[in-house]
């Protein structure tokens, strides 16, 4: 019986074909990398016109021709030289400089998916696909012929720029994506909910809402939270921060730029160089804007000896971090250069860090149920034993690794291990969520860390009278505050529960006659914790209710005489056309407890 195709091999099948069909309408098209990626494929690729979406039209009818050619995958093993001369000869400029890189590093390095390593065994051996007149550098693998993509459904998405090798003093190459599954169906179907993506963007969204800005003087992703975005990050602050106080979490406050010294102890210069700003020199000393919260906590720790009897010690910051992204991959909140963390760091006791970890999944899974994320997993982000970047000795790595998936288990929390997903101090716990548009997102992660109280020669004192080493347990339930809210907005469609709504009452006065009862009123529930608004403009009853839905407030009242005369409330739930009659202190109760229960 014939094994079926993986959709990812038909994807990256379909990159190669979409190469060859571009080839064929614009020959002089120089070729960057054409990863697979979710739900389909991309190729970057130097043109000399810009195109235009009718142009991904005329690519598509092209790659159905080729695809209907019946042309075979050619599979072809070159010296390193002869592949270079062959890619200089046509050429592939890119191609040669990743093969150059391939020479000199032993790797291309571009990105998972696409990149090429040398084998040790094959020394100096490079693999290319050829497929018509298009040949590519590529370790595969494909299907065998184009026939097999014959029953693919595929369609061109969308054009975009990318700078070669994600960095901005290169070539800016045309970069086009593509859709691909097995069926139609499950095409239509994610075209239908890319639709209702852009419907639900949190940057639309965001500014319809007025929750957040990004201006272009004050600086690329870097957000500035308006009044009403800043009333949702703080109600979210003091829902982790309730639960965090009865797990004995204590809150500090750490300075936003260190000594470079300090991370070069935590290792993080030396692993993250890319993404920290650049030094600041101040009085002949040379400090950076933090791009981690942990140094900072770590000196909080050893002010001081610690007794076995005082750990675990659990200090907890909503700490900004700055980090250099390239202006390319910044996207609204959930891409951005400075951003807060929930995060703490949990100095513990060998013998605690089961139980510390197993505290911090209940912690999350708490912090997901009331955000209504009810599909998610954990993923068990494992070292790469191929590679050099980790600290610390192997003892410690499997120790470490083995308590994670034990207490995991024991959570009866789906999961799956990704080796070459750990930091660079030791193995994580990511949990990864499906929003209501089946779109995964990595929020929560937990970490557990042998490699820094290491580096940083952190004690406390043991029964025995003796110094010992604590283990650091490092944990974001929320990941980082934009990012979260980002995908909150989106989850919900900006339609937020009550308690996280910047507005929860909107009062609709019928007539100016109605101002000062609807004001009183106002102030009325702002004194019972009711975060209210009084539209005072003197438009019609019908166009308020439109803008109080479209603002997405989950409760309107219209004050009338009747609602005056009779001391009643006449309410409006969002989404919903019937209005209910309440008692005015029936419907405080009511929402205090929607606001208090978090419903």
């Given at each position: 019986?014939?094994?079926?195709?993986p959709?990812?091999v038909?994807r990256?099948?379909?990159?190669?074909?979409?190469?060859a069909a571009?080839?064929?309408?614009?020959?002089?098209?120089?070729?960057?990398?054409?990863p697979?990626i979710?739900?389909?494929?991309?190729?970057d690729?130097?043109l000399?016109?810009?195109?235009?979406?009718?142009?991904?039209?005329?690519?598509?009818k092209?790659?159905?021709?080729?695809?209907?050619?019946?042309l075979?995958?050619e599979?072809?093993?070159?010296?390193?030289?002869?592949?270079?001369?062959?890619?200089?000869?046509y050429?592939?400029?890119?191609k040669?400089e990743l093969l150059?890189?391939?020479k000199?590093?032993?790797t291309?390095?571009?990105?998972e998916?696409?990149?090429?390593?040398?084998?040790?065994?094959?020394?100096?051996?490079?693999?290319?696909?050829?497929?018509?007149?298009?040949?590519?550098l590529?370790?595969?693998?494909?299907v065998e012929s184009?026939?097999?993509l014959?029953?693919?459904?595929f369609?061109?998405?969308?054009?975009?720029?990318?700078?070669?090798?994600?960095d901005?003093k290169?070539?800016?190459l045309t970069?086009?994506?593509?859709?691909?599954?097995?069926?139609k169906k499950?095409?239509q179907?994610h075209?239908?909910?890319?639709?209702?993506?852009?419907?639900?963007d949190?940057r639309?969204?965001?500014k319809?809402?007025?929750?957040f800005h990004?201006?272009?003087?004050?600086g690329?992703?870097?957000?500035?939270?308006?009044p009403k975005?800043?009333?949702?990050?703080?109600?979210?602050?003091?829902?982790l921060?309730?639960?965090?106080?009865?797990?004995?979490?204590?809150?500090?406050i750490?300075?936003?730029?260190?000594?470079?010294?300090?991370?070069?102890?935590?290792?993080?210069?030396?692993?993250?160089r890319?993404?920290i700003?650049?030094?600041i020199?101040?009085?002949?000393?040379?400090?950076?804007?933090?791009?981690?919260?942990?140094p900072?906590?770590?000196?909080?720790?050893?002010s001081?000896?610690?007794?076995?009897?005082?750990l675990?010690?659990?200090?907890?910051?909503?700490?900004t971090?700055?980090?250099?992204?390239?202006?390319g991959?910044?996207?609204?909140?959930?891409?951005?250069r400075?951003?807060?963390?929930?995060d703490?760091?949990?100095f513990c006791r060998?013998d605690?860090?089961?139980e510390?970890?197993?505290?911090?999944?209940?912690?999350?899974?708490?912090?997901?149920?009331?955000?209504k994320?009810?599909d998610f997993?954990?993923r068990?982000?494992?070292?790469?034993?191929?590679?050099?970047?980790?600290v610390?000795?192997?003892e410690?790595?499997?120790?470490?690794?083995?308590?994670?998936?034990?207490?995991v288990?024991?959570?009866?929390v789906?999961y799956?291990?990704?080796e070459?997903?750990?930091?660079?101090?030791?193995?994580k716990?990511?949990?990864?969520?499906?929003?209501?548009?089946?779109?995964?997102w990595?929020l929560?992660?937990?970490?557990?860390?042998y490699n820094?109280?290491?580096?940083?020669?952190l004690?406390?004192?043991g029964?025995?009278d003796?110094?010992?080493?604590p283990?650091m347990?490092?944990?974001?339930?929320?990941?980082?505050?934009?990012?979260?809210?980002?995908?909150?907005?989106e989850h919900?469609?900006?339609a937020?529960?009550?308690?996280l709504?910047?507005?929860?009452?909107?009062?609709?006065?019928?007539?100016k006659?109605?101002?000062?009862?609807?004001?009183e009123?106002?102030?009325?529930?702002?004194s019972?914790?009711?975060?209210?608004e009084?539209?005072?403009?003197?438009?019609t009853?019908?166009?308020?209710?439109r803008?109080?839905e479209?603002?997405?407030v989950?409760?309107?009242?219209v004050?009338?005489?009747?609602?005056?005369?009779?001391?009643?409330?006449?309410?409006?739930?969002?989404?919903?056309?019937?209005?209910?009659?309440?008692?005015?202190?029936?419907?405080?109760?009511k929402?205090?407890k929607?606001?208090?229960?978090?419903?």
């Amino acid at each position: 019986m014939k094994k079926d195709i993986p959709i990812e091999v038909k994807r990256h099948s379909l990159a190669h074909i979409m190469a060859a069909a571009i080839l064929k309408l614009y020959p002089k098209a120089k070729f960057g990398v054409g990863p697979i990626i979710d739900n389909g494929f991309y190729y970057d690729v130097e043109l000399s016109k810009k195109l235009v979406p009718d142009d991904l039209k005329k690519i598509e009818k092209e790659m159905i021709k080729l695809i209907n050619q019946k042309l075979p995958f050619e599979l072809e093993e070159l010296p390193l030289k002869k592949a270079v001369e062959l890619f200089t000869e046509y050429k592939q400029e890119y191609k040669v400089e990743l093969l150059n890189d391939l020479k000199q590093k032993g790797t291309t390095g571009i990105s998972e998916e696409e990149s090429q390593d040398l084998d040790p065994k094959k020394k100096d051996k490079v693999t290319i696909y050829k497929t018509g007149d298009f040949m590519d550098l590529c370790r595969g693998p494909h299907v065998e012929s184009t026939e097999q993509l014959q029953n693919c459904a595929f369609s061109l998405d969308r054009i975009a720029g990318a700078y070669w090798r994600g960095d901005e003093k290169n070539k800016q190459l045309t970069r086009i994506y593509g859709l691909a599954f097995d069926s139609k169906k499950l095409l239509q179907e994610h075209k239908h909910n890319l639709e209702l993506a852009k419907e639900r963007d949190h940057r639309k969204i965001g500014k319809e809402l007025d929750l957040f800005h990004i201006s272009a003087e004050v600086g690329s992703g870097l957000p500035l939270w308006t009044p009403k975005g800043t009333i949702i990050r703080r109600e979210l602050e003091k829902f982790l921060t309730e639960l965090q106080e009865k797990d004995g979490y204590e809150e500090v406050i750490t300075p936003h730029i260190g000594k470079i010294e300090l991370y070069k102890t935590s290792g993080h210069w030396q692993n993250y160089r890319e993404n920290i700003y650049s030094p600041i020199k101040i009085d002949g000393e040379e400090f950076v804007l933090r791009p981690m919260n942990c140094p900072h906590h770590i000196h909080i720790y050893s002010s001081q000896m610690r007794s076995y009897r005082q750990l675990p010690v659990r200090l907890v910051e909503y700490g900004t971090v700055y980090r250099y992204e390239q202006s390319g991959e910044l996207s609204g909140l959930v891409r951005v250069r400075g951003f807060t963390i929930d995060d703490a760091h949990i100095f513990c006791r060998p013998d605690q860090i089961m139980e510390e970890f197993s505290k911090v999944i209940e912690l999350i899974k708490t912090v997901f149920s009331t955000i209504k994320f009810k599909d998610f997993e954990a993923r068990i982000g494992l070292r790469d034993p191929k590679s050099s970047k980790y600290v610390g000795s192997d003892e410690l790595w499997e120790k470490a690794e083995k308590e994670i998936e034990e207490v995991v288990k024991s959570k009866k929390v789906k999961y799956i291990k990704e080796e070459g997903e750990a930091a660079f101090y030791g193995p994580k716990l990511d949990f990864v969520v499906k929003d209501v548009l089946n779109r995964e997102w990595q929020l929560g992660t937990i970490q557990v860390d042998y490699n820094l109280p290491e580096r940083f020669k952190l004690e406390y004192k043991g029964a025995d009278d003796k110094t010992h080493r604590p283990v650091m347990i490092h944990r974001a339930p929320f990941g980082s505050m934009e990012r979260f809210v980002g995908i909150m907005i989106e989850h919900f469609g900006g339609a937020f529960p009550t308690w996280l709504s910047p507005v929860q009452v909107y009062i609709i006065p019928v007539g100016k006659d109605h101002f000062k009862h609807s004001e009183e009123l106002g102030k009325l529930l702002k004194s019972e914790g009711v975060r209210s608004e009084v539209d005072l403009n003197r438009e019609t009853v019908g166009y308020k209710i439109r803008k109080a839905e479209k603002l997405k407030v989950p409760y309107m009242l219209v004050i009338g005489d009747k609602e005056i005369k009779e001391k009643i409330l006449t309410v409006r739930s969002r989404g919903s056309n019937a209005v209910k009659k309440m008692e005015q202190e029936e419907f405080i109760k009511k929402i205090q407890k929607e606001i208090k229960e978090r419903k």
